[in-house]
């Protein structure tokens, strides 16, 4: 099991939020401010240079910012430790679905998860949205691809693939 944080800013509406709905589960902690996680703490940034792979197999903790982008780019999240992408999937929630790459909070850490090695956490998660476990099903490809692979070089190759179709 992967310890799971959430910084919140709250710029977002509560009512909608993925991590409001796992915090009520238990399943993530949610901090309001950056300090308060672990700088061990694997961060899922869409803008990270480095794909999730594999390869950060190990990491204590992941971390997903629900905030707005000022923060995502602020230098206490540029100068973090380990920050990654997550490679080309596509959202299964209402808002977004079908498109790729615009993942909800607890999608991201579901694929951060499966590609961690870690799918029962993954499915756990997910279970508690109606739309959750069609996350899974519409990625299944790719994912198994992704958690198969050595490292991110290998990510990147595979997700060309996908990107191309
Ligand atoms: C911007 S917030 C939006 C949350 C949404 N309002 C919700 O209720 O879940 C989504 C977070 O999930 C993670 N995430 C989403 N897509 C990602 C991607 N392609 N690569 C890395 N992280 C991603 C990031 O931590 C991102 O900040």
Sequence with gaps: MIRLFAFRDNSCDPRKCTVKRMEK??????VD????????????????????S?????????????????????VTVRRWPTRRALPYLVAANPVNFGRPLRLTSVEAFAAA???LGEDE???????????????????????????????STEVVAIQALYMGE
């Design 25 to 30: 589960w238990g399943q993530v902690k949610v």
């Design 33 to 52: 401010t950056l300090t308060r996680i672990p700088r061990s703490s694997l961060i899922l940034d869409p803008t990270a240079e480095r794909a999730l």
């Design 54 to 74: 594999p390869a950060d197999r190990g990491v204590p903790s992941i971390t997903a910012l629900d905030c707005s982008w000022e923060v995502l780019d602020s």
């Design 113 to 115: 998860l499966v590609i």
């Design 121 to 151: 956490q993954a499915r756990e998660v997910l279970s508690k949205f109606n739309w959750g476990m069609h996350f899974l099903e519409l990625n299944a490809d790719p994912l198994a691809e992704y958690a198969a692979a050595k490292d």
